[in-house]
């Protein structure tokens, strides 16, 4: 039997694909809501493969393929996801992610997806392919991006200015009243939209793009 772990924080998205896959007789689906439950999944069982969505509230898609993978390193990992990946493809492959699969896609093509990356198969849409041919994915060191490429909107500019800063996440949350749930939240989807990995790094890019105040970085 071939065990499937699915995070989706859309619990009938969640339930929806399970039904989906399990007309497949040799494949049984777990469904949880968020990282956390996903960790914990993870500790106590073995899956063959897993299908995370990317945006989650808490822990990313992305954060949770990085952490899944420093776990067990031979990890198959799909993201599951509606929106389009193309802006985040280099973080996403650098993080271990064996491919993409749309929820648009129809279930022949979810199922044929899960089959190729368990015998080991990149899986990557054609309309994906060819953006990478055309050179439209940014580097992931965020280095050849231009502002007019990111879209950070108020709220997360005042968190990297306040990382800049060289506030903790503690801080900045009791500075801008929200929890530091929420500020680790943000930063996560700062480091997607910046294509970087750290707080250094998100401090480089947002300063070379103008994000930040220059005379405030330190």
């Known amino acids: 039997m071939i065990e499937i772990l699915l995070v989706d924080d859309h619990p009938s998205v969640g339930e929806g694909t399970k039904i989906m896959i399990e007309k497949e007789s040799d494949m049984n689906v777990t469904v949880v809501c968020s990282g956390l439950e996903a960790l914990e999944c993870i500790r106590e069982h073995k899956y063959d493969i897993m299908l995370f969505d990317l945006n989650m509230p808490g822990i990313s898609g992305l954060e949770l393929t990085r952490r899944v993978v420093s776990i067990n390193s031979d990890s198959i990992v ?7 990946i193309s802006a985040h493809y280099n973080i996403l492959i650098e993080s271990g992610v ?4 749309s929820k648009t896609s129809s279930r022949d093509q979810l199922i044929a997806a899960i089959r190729c990356a368990l015998r080991g198969e990149a899986v990557i ?3 994906l392919l060819k953006q990478l041919r055309r050179n439209d994915i940014r580097s992931g060191s965020g280095l050849s991006q231009k502002v007019e490429d990111v879209s950070i909107n108020e709220k997360e500019q005042e968190i990297l200015q306040e990382v800049a800063n060289g506030l903790s996440n503690k801080e900045i949350a009791s ?4 929890s530091q749930r929420t500020v680790e939240y943000n930063l996560t989807r700062i480091f997607e939209k910046l294509n970087v990995r750290s707080r250094s790094e998100a ?3 947002a300063k070379r793009l103008g994000l930040i105040h220059i005379k405030e970085f330190m």
Request: net charge negative; aromatic share 14%; hydrophobic share 60%.
């Open 125 to 127: 849409p054609i309309s």
């Open 175 to 178: 500075l801008l009243i929200m």
């Open 78 to 84: 799909l993201i599951y996801s509606g929106y389009d």
């Open 203 to 205: 401090i480089i890019v």
């Open 98 to 101: 064996a491919g993409f699969i």
